[in-house]
């Protein structure tokens, strides 16, 4: 147990790096980025969205490595590739080079991000991962809170180049002997599959089928909603009436919702299954559009709360969703195929929901509902195994 919790934090704290050195880079570095190089701030997060679209395409094959090798491989070469590209980023000076940066931190997004982690950690621990993979999403959940002003107090001191040199100087330094060490048995033979009533259960097809067709949906349409709102939260409020100062206080509210209701779904995990913690997740959001219609303004606090709470809790389902309905075999290559289409959504979620907010302004929110909403209609359609065991641990 002490080795788990361990391994738990360790790989807490390089998945906060790799957050912050990557997804959450330009939101303090596009701009003095776009105005060193001659371009317009939209180039940077043009590029970001080609990343997490080489991402897309990359996760299903370093899935299916994991499965085979495990992650130890993967996950430090992803430490490399991050710092090769932070490196190519620090010395762009036009157009070219920033996409081929975004580009090679988009493989690195594929290879060291949630669903590499989560590939290796089912691959130990089979379906006891549920309690690892909350544990690392509680740490890795305050990777904007450390991205953010530490990205700030490095460019105000050396400069967006030199903040960039720091963080890939971190993942050789930091990242890549913490996964190192964390995984030090991830190349081990995987985990099987545990015995049901003496039977071991047989290995589910890797196949798309109705159940992963759903899935991609439910991943795509909540992972629209969570990124759509994250980056354009404090704007939204202001449109809907707030002053400046109370739609930041209330937006600041979204991390710590989040990271609670990570907590509440951690203490209940012998007792809620993964479906049902969906199922109440998708109806937050929708629930906190309510409140905004009902009292305006002076309730964005309770919107932003509710939101938090939801789209924390559905981050964890994401991840033990696949594992509950299908299993721990093949888990790598699955999650890969599942999440490709919840991350080009995720890629086009900023700039689609801040058009919405500039054309129909609070009106945005039937859109986000709507998307929570079929994502919970889908939701229902699921249903458990009847040989899926509980987590033991």
Known sequence: MKSRIAIVVTLGSTQTLAWASSYYLPGVLAAPIAKDIGLSTPWIYAA??????????????LGRMIDDRGGRRVLCGSNCAFAFGLGVL????????LIVAWLILGAAMAAGLYEAVFASLTRLYGYDSRGAITGIMLIAGFASTVAWPVSALLEHAFGWRGACLIWAALHVLVGLPLNAWALRFGDAVGLPTRPINGNRLNPPSLKSDRGMVLLGFILAASGMVSSGMATNLPRLFVVIG??????????????????????LEFSARHRINPLVSARIASTLHPAATLIIAIGGAPLIAAFAILHGAGNGMLTICRATLPLTLYGPEGYGARIGRISAPARVGQAMAPFLFGLAIDKIGSMTLLISSALSMAALLALTSLSLPSTAPAETT
């Open 242 to 263: 707030a002053a400046p100062a109370a739609a930041i206080a209330a937006a600041s509210m979204l991390g710590p919702a989040q990271v609670a209701a990570r907590l």
């Open 90 to 97: 620090a010395l762009s000076s036009g157009p070219t080079s």
């Open 48 to 61: 970001l969205s080609l990343g997490l679209g080489v991402s897309a395409v990359l996760g299903p094959t």
